[in-house]
């Protein structure tokens, strides 16, 4: 075990991207800090690096440690991922008794179990952070050793001990936070129409793209549309959209990608007067930051347990409207886009609203209170 006079902290949870990017815009505040000689280190603890060029970019050291998924349905694997996470806990108490980091801060999700567990063993601080207004298993289990829980939404106030709780909402990247001067030219865009942008989601959506496609005819006479397909969906999108767009002299105004840079989500946001999107808590957050109007389809709650709970928690607030996928058609798709974009009164109330509810703050917030925890620490 070393120590040194400066502080090293640990980051853990993955699996996907509304996990792995907040820990990335935390990294991006506490490098700053860094820079200042007050860090010297930090760390992200995962099965997999997820997205090894975002770690080192942000100078952070990537850990291997073994974890178990927990799955809802039945698998073989459920009778053997126990043990892969007992054996995550021991080499997770090796690595952070060699580290001995000053805090570790979780983002919930299986990934996240053995290093919390090992962390309190180890009488290491520890503050957890849930992104979705319905608290996973993880980050229940984790609230009871955590120091402090950042919630994003009021919502998930009731699963925790409200001594420790605070709202914080989300971390967003510093790519994402100031809005591009001139997004449509970036994007090789038409600026003499709206832009509507469909976020599928990191895995994209099947049925999502579906609808889009359905609905080309409809909405390319008024609008540019950048579409996030999904990787495995990209070349099926394409090729289809193609054949469906009778008006040649529209193919251009349709961007479809599997899965967009930092930067082309920054354009978009950017340039975006609707966005169509499932209900991520990384892409609400998101969305609202940008203060856009936006209908929300969640992911079916037999699938996920919490899209269908954040996107009516959302809504709630006067920001997005709701379409559920067992009874939506590209029809009731165009003509709620259509309701909302030629009502004034009704998008400016919603641009409003999602402007209210974002917290432009939480990276700032979090990275703070980490060094507060992490400062204490002996």
Request: neutral net charge; hydrophobic residues 45%.
């Given at each position: 075990?070393?120590?040194?006079?400066?502080q090293?902290?640990?980051l853990?949870?993955?699996?996907?991207g509304?996990?792995f990017?907040?820990?990335?815009a935390?990294?991006?505040?506490?490098?700053?800090?860094?820079?200042?000689?007050?860090?010297?280190?930090?760390?992200?603890?995962?099965?997999e690096?997820?997205n090894?060029?975002?770690?080192?970019?942000n100078?952070?050291?990537?850990?291997?440690?073994?974890?178990?998924?927990h799955?809802?349905?039945?698998?073989?694997?459920?009778?053997?991922d126990?043990f892969?996470?007992?054996?995550?806990?021991?080499?997770?108490i090796?690595?952070?008794?060699?580290?001995?980091?000053?805090?570790?801060?979780?983002?919930?999700?299986f990934?996240?179990?053995p290093?919390?567990?090992?962390?309190?063993?180890?009488?290491?601080?520890?503050?957890?952070?849930?992104?979705?207004?319905?608290?996973?298993?993880?980050?229940?289990?984790?609230?009871n050793f955590?120091?402090?829980?950042?919630?994003?939404?009021?919502?998930?106030?009731?699963?925790?001990p409200?001594?420790?709780?605070?709202?914080?909402?989300?971390?967003?990247?510093?790519?994402l936070m100031?809005?591009?001067?001139d997004?449509?030219?970036?994007l090789?865009?038409?600026?003499?129409?709206?832009?509507?942008?469909?976020?599928?989601?990191?895995?994209?959506?099947v049925?999502?793209?579906?609808?889009?496609l359905?609905?080309?005819?409809?909405l390319?006479?008024?609008?540019?549309?950048?579409?996030?397909?999904g990787?495995?969906?990209?070349?099926?999108v394409?090729?289809?959209?193609a054949?469906?767009?009778?008006?040649?002299?529209?193919?251009g105004?349709?961007f479809?990608?599997?899965?967009?840079t930092?930067e082309?989500?920054?354009l978009?946001?950017?340039g975006?007067?609707?966005?169509?999107?499932?209900?991520?808590?990384?892409?609400?957050?998101?969305?609202?930051?940008?203060?856009?109007?936006?209908?929300?389809i969640?992911?079916?709650e037999?699938?996920?347990?919490?899209?269908?709970?954040?996107?009516?928690?959302?809504?709630?607030?006067?920001?997005?409207?709701v379409?559920?996928?067992?009874?939506?058609?590209d029809?009731?798709?165009?003509a709620?886009?259509?309701?909302?974009m030629t009502?004034?009164?009704?998008?400016?109330?919603?641009?409003?609203?999602?402007?209210?509810f974002?917290?432009?703050?939480?990276?700032?917030v979090?990275?703070?209170?980490?060094?507060?925890?992490?400062?204490?620490?002996?």
């Amino acid at each position: 075990m070393e120590r040194s006079g400066k502080q090293r902290i640990v980051l853990v949870g993955g699996g996907t991207g509304g996990h792995f990017y907040p820990l990335i815009a935390v990294a991006e505040r506490l490098n700053a800090v860094k820079q200042a000689g007050v860090i010297s280190s930090l760390y992200y603890f995962g099965p997999e690096p997820y997205n090894p060029a975002a770690l080192a970019a942000n100078n952070i050291t990537f850990v291997r440690i073994p974890a178990g998924k927990h799955r809802k349905y039945f698998s073989l694997l459920n009778f053997l991922d126990p043990f892969k996470t007992f054996y995550g806990l021991f080499v997770a108490i090796f690595k952070l008794y060699s580290i001995y980091p000053d805090v570790v801060f979780s983002k919930g999700s299986f990934t996240s179990v053995p290093v919390v567990l090992a962390a309190w063993l180890l009488r290491i601080p520890i503050m957890i952070h849930e992104s979705d207004s319905k608290a996973g298993s993880a980050n229940k289990l984790a609230a009871n050793f955590a120091r402090y829980i950042g919630i994003a939404y009021d919502e998930a106030a009731q699963f925790f001990p409200k001594e420790k709780i605070a709202l914080v909402g989300i971390p967003l990247r510093q790519s994402l936070m100031t809005p591009h001067p001139d997004p449509l030219q970036a994007l090789n865009l038409p600026a003499d129409r709206p832009l509507l942008f469909v976020i599928g989601g990191s895995l994209g959506s099947v049925r999502i793209n579906n609808l889009i496609l359905e609905s080309l005819d409809e909405l390319l006479p008024y609008f540019s549309i950048v579409h996030q397909t999904g990787l495995d969906n990209e070349a099926y999108v394409r090729s289809t959209a193609a054949e469906l767009i009778r008006d040649t002299a529209l193919l251009g105004n349709y961007f479809a990608k599997g899965s967009l840079t930092g930067e082309e989500m920054h354009l978009a946001l950017s340039g975006a007067s609707f966005v169509v999107s499932r209900a991520g808590s990384g892409s609400i957050f998101e969305i609202a930051h940008y203060g856009k109007p936006s209908i929300i389809i969640p992911i079916p709650e037999e699938i996920s347990h919490d899209q269908r709970t954040n996107a009516y928690a959302y809504a709630r607030t006067g920001a997005a409207s709701v379409l559920e996928e067992k009874n939506l058609t590209d029809g009731l798709l165009v003509a709620e886009i259509t309701r909302i974009m030629t009502d004034p009164a009704i998008y400016e109330r919603m641009s409003s609203a999602a402007k209210n509810f974002a917290r432009h703050d939480a990276a700032d917030v979090i990275a703070h209170t980490l060094l507060e925890i992490a400062s204490e620490h002996v």
